[in-house]
Structures are given as C-alpha cells and as structure tokens.
C-alpha cells in the first residue's frame, strides 16, 4: 500500500513511474527497460532488494533508499546510497530527488519539477 500511494504521489507530481514492484517483478522489468533513477526500500514484500540494488548500480542508476529501516542497520550493498527515512513528507521526498538528479548530470528533471 505504501508503494502505491508514493507512486500515485510521484505521478500527481508529474514523475513517470514505473511500479510498485516486487524485487523479482522490477528484476523482470530492468530486462528490458533502465530507470532514470530509483526509490528503492531495502526490504520489500518478497525479500531484501540487494540483487537489484546491485543490478541498478552496474548501470549507473542513481538510487534512493526510503525506507523505514535505520540506515546504520542496513547491509553493506546500501551504505553509499542516498537514504531517507520513512515517514518523510512528500516535499521531503521532492528534494531529495531533485538532489540525486543534481549530482547525476545526465538526468534531467522536467522543468515542471525542478522547481
């Protein structure tokens, strides 16, 4: 449920989302696809997302963990990623995002939501 309420939230605010998913369902849809970037949590429904964090990371996705789970607490694979702990407003959120696009130059945020 709170996978699909941030993405009915990131949507309303004019990002294109690709899920919720499951970490095999977005195994699944990196086969064929590459984000711009990635909320990810470090556990989700059907397990820890390490997998995809790493396959993420070999393509130089940026990600940010939003996660209810303590930073210090999380495993190795997550230590150099951004991390926001849950509940976060959704501005909060926001400016983290436009934060990661910031130090990934290649991304670029629509006018509309740089702002």
């Keep these: 449920m709170i996978g699909l309420d ?5 949507a309303e605010r004019g990002y294109e989302v690709a899920g919720p998913f499951t970490c095999a369902e977005a195994l699944a849809w990196i086969r064929g696809n590459t984000p711009d970037l990635a909320v990810l ?5 059907l397990g820890s997302c390490v997998r995809l964090a790493r396959e ?7 990600i940010l963990v939003f996660s209810s789970y303590l930073q210090q607490c999380a495993l190795p694979e ?5 991390w926001l702990s849950m509940p976060a407003p959704m501005d909060l959120l926001h400016s983290a995002l436009v934060g990661l696009c910031a130090e990934h130059p290649g991304i670029c945020l629509p006018a509309s939501l740089a702002a």
Excluded: H, M, T
Aim: hydrophobic letters at 45%; zero cysteines; aromatic letters at 4%.
């Design 6 to 10: 941030l993405a009915d939230e990131l």
């Design 41 to 45: 949590d470090v556990a989700l429904q």
């Design 56 to 62: 993420l990371q070999g393509r130089e996705v940026p």
């Design 78 to 82: 997550f230590g150099s990623i951004p």
